[in-house]
């Protein structure tokens, strides 16, 4: 009997101890491929049995909140709202400290408000008072006040009146915090139905909600009985949205006469600029005329900054004059003295343009235009024979601004290099993650380790971490503009060999570029530019004028070129990244070649068109190939030949042999 009994004991013992192996003990490795496994699952929406594969990571892994988190998303895409609660409530109850865990009680919380809108409130409240983002703090308040309001209606408490204002100020709070957010609709809609006398101001915070979510109607409709003083900057808005543009002429034209200084600032420059879309390009300067004669109060250097902007070349000089003298420490004064800056240049005034550079810079010192300022101090120093001002000024473009085109400009000036391009290699270099890995056990390392891409970004705040993400998606475009974002917001650029600066500049199909480059003797660096500018690495690209792909080809000049080089295709064949870049070396090159190899004339031709390039280099009077630049007429193919070669420069000093 004893000796039965010990057997039952050590058979129930192992069982245990087999069970606490299985589903709480996990060998890492092992973790990390189930893990992935279920991730594959989730990835092809195979959600049952991603379920399970994500159930069975154990209960000790620093991956379970994470695959917990997992099983609950599963559990939402096959429509299994109970499930899903119940694995968002193990998650904040086992691993309380997860960053998961206050997420898990939001999403918790909106599945019980209409079931069990009591706990749902607790769950809110602790959302609420947590440190988790300040967007699920506000959402939180808002869906705590909305259960409130629903119990309120038929409350006879005496403090009631208290009770409705706190409620009333989580709408507030909300609309106010995030007018476009994903619940402002909702809340505007809740916020009237429980206070269908909102004072003016609280219907404009509705209103605004309406208009953003495209619902012009009804912003128009909640904004009929709101002052004129107070809306007509949203009214003027919704009646341009709804195609009254005469209405929209009033509503502009008497606010900004009368009542400039009772909107917000964002709203009035809404409202100007949908005014003026209005009307043809030829007529903008007469109307943005008009605006500043009516124009008395806030804003007024606004209206007449866009009124320079518009002005005659003849009339603008005075015109910036004007609003920088009227005006000197206000929004536009930068750009008023910049303008002058400029014309002063072209007017080739030398004197007058190094005191306007001496003070822009004393100013503006870290404004975007800041390097082109002070290459043109440079410049006109080198006019005056001051040889070692101008090669300080070129010395701290590069020191200070110096991923910028004009960085490249003064290094070309500094070096004495003739040719706009050098003949370098470029060395590859993979895009990889942008930092030092995270130490062993971080949450982040943790998501690292299992390439839970989506997770990653959905808990990252840094830019250059969603950036690779998106590249480690595929998502190459993407990924390419969300870090030239991130390193625009960079006060201090970081060394050439950072590793965020593959992000901003990747070399997505260097293997084809390089390739087809040497073939037809081009610069593999300026076609990988021309590449990046033109599309952002998005092969799938199609403008509006019908370029398509990488290289942005028109179809009539690709199948001409490819008639010309016996390459027969159709014409969605030009979103082949391959062909592409084939048949776009094959004309850049025929470009350089009719601009006697000139390669800064064949990218404004690229952009301008060769008729245009050839007809600029003989009625311009320039004496090296800045002044050439500086003189392009098109605003577009200017700043697209400086875009390119900025590109160009960046990837010499990132990717080049040593």
């Not at 009333?168 to 915090?177: C, G, I, K, S």
Request: net charge positive; hydrophobic share 35%.
């Amino acid at each position: 009997m004893y000796k039965n009994t010990l057997k039952i004991s050590i058979l129930v013992i192992v069982l245990c101890l087999g069970f606490f192996f299985a589903k709480v003990y996990q060998p890492a490795g092992k973790t990390v491929r189930v893990y992935k496994n279920a991730l594959k699952d989730f990835d092809n929406e195979n959600y049952s049995n991603s379920y399970y594969l994500f159930s069975r990571v154990g209960y000790l892994s620093a991956l379970k909140p994470m695959a917990l988190y997992r099983q609950a998303l599963c559990a939402k895409a096959l429509g299994d709202k109970k499930t899903e609660l119940k694995v968002y409530q193990k998650l904040f109850k086992y691993y309380p400290s997860s960053k998961l865990s206050m997420e898990a009680r939001y999403q918790a919380g909106q599945l019980l408000i209409d079931e069990n809108p009591a706990r749902a409130q607790k769950y809110f409240n602790k959302v609420s008072k947590s440190d988790i983002d300040e967007d699920y703090k506000i959402a939180s308040k808002y869906y705590n006040a909305r259960i409130e309001s629903a119990r309120l209606k038929y409350s006879k408490s005496p403090f009631k009146g208290k009770k409705s204002a706190k409620i009333e100020q989580a709408f507030r709070d909300y609309l106010e915090h995030a007018p476009d957010g994903r619940l402002a609709v909702n809340v505007a809609n809740t916020w009237k139905k429980f206070n269908p006398d909102l004072a003016a101001s609280d219907v404009m915070l509705v209103s605004k909600a309406y208009y953003l979510a495209s619902m012009y109607k009804e912003s128009s409709e909640s904004l009929k009985d709101v002052s004129l003083k107070e809306s007509w900057a949203l009214k003027a808005s919704n009646a341009y949205a709804q195609k009254n543009f005469e209405q929209t002429k009033t509503y502009v034209e008497d606010g900004i006469l009368k009542y400039a200084d009772s909107v917000s600032d964002e709203d009035y420059k809404r409202a100007v600029g949908d005014y003026l879309k209005i009307f043809k390009d030829d007529d903008k300067y007469t109307y943005t005329s008009k605006l500043f004669l009516l124009a008395k109060g806030k804003n007024k250097d606004y209206i007449w900054n866009l009124k320079c902007e518009a002005s005659p070349k003849t009339e603008k000089a005075a015109c910036f004059n004007s609003l920088y003298a009227n005006y000197p420490n206000g929004n536009y004064a930068q750009n008023a003295m910049y303008q002058i800056f400029k014309l002063e240049l072209a007017n080739k005034n030398y004197s007058e343009v190094k005191r306007l550079a001496h003070d822009y810079l004393n100013r503006f010192s870290n404004n975007d235009n800041a390097a082109e300022v002070m290459f043109w101090l440079g410049k006109t120093e080198l006019k005056y024979s001051r040889r070692t001002d101008a090669m300080n000024c070129f010395q701290e473009i590069i020191k200070k601004y110096p991923d910028s085109y004009y960085a490249y400009r003064a290094f070309w000036i500094l070096n004495n290099i003739g040719p706009a391009v050098i003949k370098a290699s470029l060395e590859y270099k993979p895009v990889v993650y942008p930092y030092k890995m995270p130490s062993k056990g971080d949450f982040l390392y943790n998501l690292l380790s299992v390439d839970d891409y989506d997770l990653i970004a959905k808990f990252s705040k840094d830019e250059f971490i969603k950036s690779w993400v998106e590249y480690k998606k595929g998502n190459y475009s993407k990924s390419a503009l969300v870090a030239r974002d991130a390193m625009a917001n960079l006060e201090v650029k970081p060394v050439k060999n950072d590793l965020r600066w593959r992000l901003v500049y990747p070399q997505n199909y260097y293997i084809q570029v390089h390739g087809y480059a040497r073939q037809y003797k081009n610069n593999d660096a300026l076609i990988m530019s021309i590449i990046r500018e033109e599309s952002y690495f998005n092969s799938e690209a199609q403008s509006g004028v019908g370029a398509m792909g990488l290289m942005q080809l028109m179809p009539s000049t690709a199948h001409e070129i490819g008639q010309k080089n016996g390459i027969e295709f159709n014409t969605q064949y030009l979103l082949n990244p391959e062909l592409n870049i084939k048949l776009g070396n094959i004309y850049f090159s025929i470009l350089r070649g009719m601009l006697s190899d000139k390669d800064v004339h064949a990218v404004a031709a690229y952009n301008g068109g060769i008729g245009s390039v050839s007809k600029w280099k003989s009625d311009f009077k320039y004496s090296d190939v800045d002044e050439f630049v500086e003189q392009i007429p098109y605003d577009e193919t200017q700043n697209y030949v400086k875009k390119v070669f900025r590109s160009y420069w960046n990837y010499t000093r990132i990717y080049q042999e040593q």
